[in-house]
């Protein structure tokens, strides 16, 4: 039945776009899987072949336009894709599966648990997996969720084939401890399967589901025995994203772990070191991690350095981390520009350590190849120097040199924000923190103010009362800001004011939380108001505490979280609400085959981007391009050996396009998702995805269900890798490879 489901399904993609994607995954696994959701009734035997017709295939975007639509009505489309369920073939039921899921809710939920009993197992594997990302979606407790356990370890019982792969997706997502015996049994399966199984306990360990003694052990053995690459790898990123409330006693978890330092597999060596963080093994696994400061692989190196300069750390480590740093500056000068992330992630560590002769040493020496050499680009150059001289400025108390740093070559909104941490360090003489606070309030840069409020609270216990009653004032004002990433940064900031202030008079500041709570509809802002309303108990600010229970799902979900912390009735969370399509054309993308060329300082990224799994998100992208609005942009965030995020407006990260996207989180039956070179919509919560997008540097399979996946890098990963915060798109294009049908 499962190949009868592929050559059904497989024309819903234009037959280059599926040839291409299945080519750049692991192809065990999408043989099967990477069609179950483009589908086409028959495959085109003899095409070329004389006395040979190719069936003709119909043309299925009247459906797929039907559904996106729908689904971008979110609980005003239920119905529609009810209908499309019960009235279509199965490449409409996998189509409407999917859409529900996305949907969510209470009514979106009932019709996918009723579709647990369908008679085709393909069916009900794609109705299992909708059900997991209805609930990542609708951020279920474990508690909330726990009814639905039953149903889908039933229907796993009747999965099947490449169809197993979701169902255990789907149990990673949506199972509970329960699942864990039936996901261990799948540890022992194809490799795929086994891969799936570990990826799938490495979703209960996100979700604070902690692994059973005889499942920890389950996996170790898989870790440590099975001649499979993929399932050792999957077994170990089970362990790095393990839920670990208490110190496990099963002794083979740090040699285990420790071995795999040292594995053959870059990846596997890096998660390997991120689990012996989780499991509170810094210490023990101390020379493993030392040698993998100077890994070949810098993704490898920069977990080594975040593990022996993080909590867990000795403070000799420093030490170590400093020398491995200078030592793989050649490498920087020969223009391999992936090395930048591992010296300033060493240098971003050693902040504290400035003081120990053997850092100072290597700081002073990492500024002086900066100011000197010509080798590296100029942006790589400046945050090295900038963040050394910071480091420094620690360890000597002196807080001026920083200001002055790079000689501006780094851009004030990148360089002073090092001012303004330093400042919150109590770094330098009171009169010095003083003028430069001054100073960072008054620039002309939003970016600029907006760090420098965060810095005001901890001059709160030496200033005088005139001082306090000037500073709630910078704070009520920013909070009355329309520059979103000002406001959004006072919210923050509140709370330490309020802890500040103790048991004085805050009124001031609860005012001014109440007043924008009360008019605020964007939900990054809106959210946090109503926390805040919520966690300090303002009774006055119940009113917008019930408004917001007509906003958005991150918006709605806040509002009921301060009404239960005032002591008031919380009504059942509703269904979401998104009625109003976004403003871009989605019937011109789908069913056509595009590509998004990005020229950036660091060469070119060919993204291929995927219509027939996130519509919405691929017309908006190509909307914006056309325009021009990711021309310019800088990439404001970069987490090396994870990701690297642009499109914001603002360059700030609180930006966006003016519009919300509905969320379109793809499943194992849409295509790789989030591995290397893996682009998603970036995102506060459910339908607040904008510009914001973001490119992966290595496989974070936790993403996948929950955010938009949108395509992936066909070319440019290393230009990808080597991009910095402050590095920009020059020009962005579409290339329309071929389009839709109209």
């Known amino acids: ?33 990477g069609c179950l959701l483009a589908a086409c009734p028959s495959s085109r035997p003899g095409r070329g072949t004389p006395g040979v017709v190719a069936p003709t295939v119909p043309d299925d975007r009247p459906l797929r336009i039907s559904v996106a639509r729908a689904e971008a009505q979110r609980e005003d489309g239920v119905h529609e894709l009810e209908e499309v369920l019960r009235a279509s073939a199965r490449p409409g039921k996998l189509l409407a599966l999917r859409g529900l899921g996305r949907i969510g809710g209470a009514n979106a939920r009932r019709v996918l648990l009723a579709s647990l ?13 909708a059900i997991g990302v209805a609930r990542e979606l609708d951020e279920l407790s474990v508690e909330d969720n726990a009814a639905n356990v039953e ?23 949506a199972g509970d401890q329960r699942s864990q015996p039936l996901l261990v049994a799948e540890l022992a399966g194809t490799p795929e399967v086994a891969e799936a199984a570990g990826i799938a306990l490495a979703r209960h360990g996100r979700r604070k589901i902690a692994l059973t003694p005889a499942t920890l052990t389950a996996v170790i053995s898989a870790l440590t025995s099975s001649p499979d690459a993929r399932t050792r790898s999957a077994a170990t990123y089970a362990l790095a994203r393990a839920h670990v409330p208490t110190p496990p006693s099963d002794p083979a978890v740090p040699g285990a772990l420790m071995t795999r330092v040292a594995d053959a597999d870059p990846g596997l060596r890096a998660q390997a070191i991120l689990a012996i963080v989780k499991f509170k093994l810094v210490s023990t696994a101390g020379a493993q991690l030392t040698a993998a400061l100077l890994d070949r ?29 200078v030592r793989r500056l050649p490498a920087l000068d020969d223009g391999v520009e992936t090395e930048a992330h591992v010296i300033l992630e060493g240098l971003r560590g050693l902040q504290k350590s400035g003081a120990r002769p053997v850092v100072a040493t290597t700081l002073r020496t990492l500024t002086q190849w900066a100011s000197t050499t010509t080798k590296a680009p100029a942006l790589t150059r400046a945050w090295i120097e900038c963040l050394a ?22 851009p004030d909104h990148l360089r002073l924000p090092l001012v303004a941490d330093l400042i919150t360090a109590k770094v330098g003489s009171l009169a010095e923190r003083r003028t430069q606070l001054g100073t960072l309030l008054a620039h002309k840069d939003v970016r600029v103010r907006a760090a420098a409020l965060g810095a005001l609270t901890a001059a709160w216990k030496e200033s005088t009362e005139a001082d306090h009653r000037s500073t709630i004032g910078i704070l009520v004002s920013a909070l009355a800001s329309p520059e979103p990433i000002l406001a959004g940064t006072a919210v923050e900031a509140t709370d330490g004011f309020y802890e500040a202030i103790g048991a004085g008079d805050h009124a001031t500041i609860d005012a001014a939380v109440i007043a924008r709570a009360a008019i605020e509809k964007d939900p990054d802002l809106s959210g946090p108001l109503l926390e805040l309303i919520g966690k300090r108990k303002l009774a006055a600010g119940l009113d917008a505490c019930r408004a917001g229970l007509a906003g958005g799902p991150g918006r709605a979900k806040a509002a009921r979280g301060c009404l239960s912390a005032l002591g008031e009735a919380v009504p059942e969370a509703a269904s979401p609400a998104h009625a109003v399509a976004p403003p871009v054309d989605v019937s011109a993308v789908i069913g056509a085959s595009l590509e998004w060329h990005l020229v950036t300082t660091r060469g070119e990224l060919v993204i291929e981007l995927r219509p027939d799994v996130a519509p919405w998100a691929v017309a908006s992208i190509v909307a914006l391009t056309t325009k021009g609005s990711y021309d310019g942009l800088e990439f404001h965030r970069v987490v090396p050996g994870f990701v690297v995020q642009g499109g914001d407006p603002t360059e700030s990260g609180s930006g966006g396009p003016g ?16 591995v290397t070179g893996g682009v998603g919509m970036a995102d506060s919560g459910r339908d607040s995805a904008g510009s914001q997008w973001f490119v992966m540097h290595a496989r974070a399979a936790h993403l996948d269900g929950r955010y938009t996946w949108v395509g992936s890098l066909r070319s440019g990963q290393n230009s990808a890798d080597a991009l910095l915060i402050g590095d920009k798109v020059v020009k962005a294009t579409i290339a329309i490879k071929s389009a839709a049908h109209n």
Not at 4 to 28: F, H, K, Q
Not at 389 to 410: D, I
Request: glycine share 10%; hydrophobic share 50%.
């Open 117 to 129: 009993g369908d008679p085709d197992p393909e069916v009900t594997a794609v109705a299992m997996a």
């Open 297 to 325: 692989d810098w993704k490898v190196a920069v977990e080594a350095v975040r593990a022996l300069t993080g909590d867990q750390a000795e403070a000799a480590s420093a030490d170590a981390v400093a020398t491995a740093l």
């Open 659 to 674: 519009y919300a996207l509905p969320a379109e989180p793809g499943t194992a039956a849409d295509g790789p998702g989030y």
């Open 151 to 173: 149903a889908l370890h039933a229907a796993f019982a009747n999965t099947t084939g490449a169809g197993r792969v979701l169902a255990i997706e789907a149990l990673g997502r």
């Open 1 to 33: 039945m499962l190949v009868g489901t592929i050559r059904d399904l497989r024309c819903l993609n234009a037959p280059r776009e599926y040839d291409a994607a299945m080519s750049r995954v692991r192809a065990a696994t999408f043989v099967g899987l």
């Open 389 to 410: 001289t910071s480091a420094y400025a620690r360890g000597a108390n002196q807080l001026a040199p920083v200001a002055a740093c790079s000689g501006g070559a780094l």
